[in-house]
């Protein structure tokens, strides 16, 4: 079975919630303009929950780093 | 006493045939490894469409309940959990089978099953109403928040990750807005005339559980299986012995039902949290894991326990108690019912009718379920590959059979292939479909409060005050909160 890694759930996700936040910022009539404010702030959501996949994974392997350096010096 | 003048309704013909081959069709699908409660419920959705709203609701009732312990059966003959929700059941079901007790523990599993699936259908019966008459003082910001924390929920208890949940749940928001806003009449994202309804919600039910499966069942090795020859076993010995074992039924029952009313969580963790307690509370926990029947017991119980109530918030809030739960919300949709507060005033005769079948289907799963156990062990012989053929022609046919509409097909399958693509990157099913479905009534109500609110404080304040309001985004809060916390917890003890 194929499973991928960490940077590459962020790449996806990354171009998922881009593609979704380009299309939903359509501009036209101001009734348009209101139609669209959902899947506006649904796709800022999901670029926001990325930034926070991108940052979880900083601080997974700031801890897997961590402890690499604190065995090595033990 | 509202629900025993519908219960006539259940005893005619038509259905109480439904009833039959919907329990009878449930144990084995359960029984059939890959094939998960969830799955089979999304599965039949489409051949309900055709049907009366009650006799559609009777079938996918029945089916979920029977799943979910048919399950049980190549859990204890396999060690292969025919559901998530049986996982719990391998731990001592299968070392019984290993002693040539397998008719015995299928003889507990189905005991058990039964009187915790009474129990939860009791509770379901007594609460539901309780939760409705509190709940039809809600408005559109309180609905917009019930549609948020249902997608909230799913997608922090359903997937491994809670980010990842939450990236789901909106991508099913996002794509519940493609096709016409119902409020403003705009067009949205429809790139084709084929989406110009929508995504339809059968397409993506079915394509995003059946598909997925398909291609992971094809993938994977087909496996040598041990099997066990049933020892002969007098089920009057094994009702007196299960009916004796009063502490695991009880854990299990309890442990089920308050697992089943907390929106998202699933069968699998009322199994595995009674197994627990049950193995603690023993005189001698060193038993449990080498063919002590109380695991079977307690785990089974609290498994089918967890049913009933799994769909009190599910019929009173529209926030479902679990995934199967969330795909039969699309069920009741595509029949024109919206479950909320109402649902006991503008269709009480469907909801009361559809509560009693399952209350039914507890004494003819017991039955079928005692009598089929030794045929339901030449279904999960059935070859991977075939199942995989089975699966997809049954999601092809029942979708297209919905609209008699190939693009529905083709959205299906588009679906199910990307659900598949980003399965390899943890993301999961159940958050999708949830946006998907509560999605309309998010953005609905959502626009509706800000028409109130514009002629009052505005949207923010219209959205952000009143107790109820507060406690339902407190909840959104905790649960993601609660969910990152853990999981860095879990990742701090691996490293």
């Known amino acids: ?36 404010l959902f899947p506006r702030t649904v796709s800022t959501i999901m670029l926001i929950v990325t930034v926070f996949l991108f ?18 010096f033990h | 006493m509202e629900f025993l003048n519908y219960f006539g309704e259940v005893f005619t013909f038509t259905n109480m045939l439904i009833l039959v081959l919907g329990t009878v069709g449930g144990l084995l699908l359960g029984a059939a490894p890959g094939l998960s409660p969830t799955m089979a ?40 959990p025919g559901a998530p929700a049986n996982i719990a059941t391998v731990m001592d079901g299968y070392p019984l089978a290993q002693q040539n007790r397998s008719k015995e523990a299928l003889h507990y599993c189905f005991i058990s099953s039964f009187i915790g699936g009474v129990i939860g259908i009791l509770v ?14 809600f408005g559109p910001s309180h609905m917009f928040w019930i549609a948020i924390l249902g997608v909230t929920v799913i997608a922090t208890l359903d997937s491994g990750s809670t980010l990842k949940g939450l990236f789901s749940g909106c991508l099913g928001l996002w794509l519940a807005t493609i096709g016409y806003d119902d409020v403003l009449g705009v067009e ?17 039910l079915v394509g995003l559980f059946a598909i997925p499966q398909v291609f992971s069942l094809l993938e994977k090795k087909t496996e040598k299986l041990d099997q066990f020859q049933m020892e002969y076993k007098s089920l009057l010995s094994s009702l007196r012995y299960n009916f004796s074992r009063i502490k695991a039924l009880s854990i299990g029952s309890v442990v089920g039902i308050v697992v089943g009313l907390i929106p998202g969580a699933g069968g699998q963790i009322a199994g595995l949290v009674s197994y627990d307690q049950i193995k603690k509370l023993s005189n001698d926990p060193s038993k449990f894991g080498k063919g002590e029947p109380d695991g ?45 507060p109402d649902l006991f005033i503008t269709h009480a005769k469907v909801a009361w009718t559809f509560i009693d079948s399952l209350l039914v289907a507890q004494f003819i799963m017991l039955i079928f379920g005692l009598y089929i156990s030794g045929l339901a062990r030449h279904v999960i012989k059935t070859p991977k590959n075939y199942m995989a053929g089975i699966i997809t022609v049954l999601a092809i046919f029942g979708t297209y059979s919905v609209q008699n509409s190939f693009a529905d097909v083709i959205v299906m399958l588009s679906l199910g292939t990307f659900m598949y693509f980003i399965s390899k990157f943890g993301f999961t099913a159940a958050p999708i479909v949830l946006g998907i479905i509560l999605g309309p009534i998010a953005e609905t109500n959502f626009t509706q409060a800000k028409i109130i609110a514009d002629t009052q404080d505005g949207i923010i304040n219209y959205l952000i005050t009143g107790g109820l309001n507060l406690t339902m985004i407190g909840i959104c809060i905790l649960s993601i909160a609660y969910g990152t916390y853990s999981e860095f917890k879990t990742v701090k003890q691996k490293i």
């Open chain 1, 55 to 72: 940052y979880q994974n900083l601080e997974i392997n700031f801890l897997k780093e961590k402890e690499r350096l604190l065995q090595f």
């Open chain 2, 296 to 340: 079977v017991i307690a785990a089974e119980s609290a498994n089918n326990a967890m049913v009933g109530p799994s769909l009190v918030p599910l019929l009173t809030l529209s926030v479902p108690g679990s995934p199967t739960a969330a795909v039969l919300l699309g069920g009741l949709l595509i029949h024109g019912i919206f479950p909320g």
């Open chain 1, 1 to 36: 079975m194929i499973n991928f890694g960490n940077k590459s759930v962020i790449f996806v996700s990354l171009l998922i919630a881009g593609l979704l936040f380009y299309l939903s910022f359509y501009s036209g009539t101001s009734k348009e303009i209101q139609a669209y």
């Open chain 2, 124 to 137: 379901l019966i007594f609460f539901t109403p309780l939760l409705a008459n509190f709940a039809l003082e």
């Open chain 2, 41 to 80: 419920v999304a599965l039949l959705i489409p051949f309900t469409f055709h049907m009366t709203a009650e006799q559609g609701l009777i079938m996918l009732g029945s089916v979920y309940t029977a799943t979910v312990a048919g399950g049980a059966i190549s859990a204890i003959l396999l060690k292969i």
């Open chain 2, 188 to 204: 949205r994202f429809v790139v084709d005339p084929v989406f110009s309804g929508g995504i339809n919600i059968i397409a993506a």
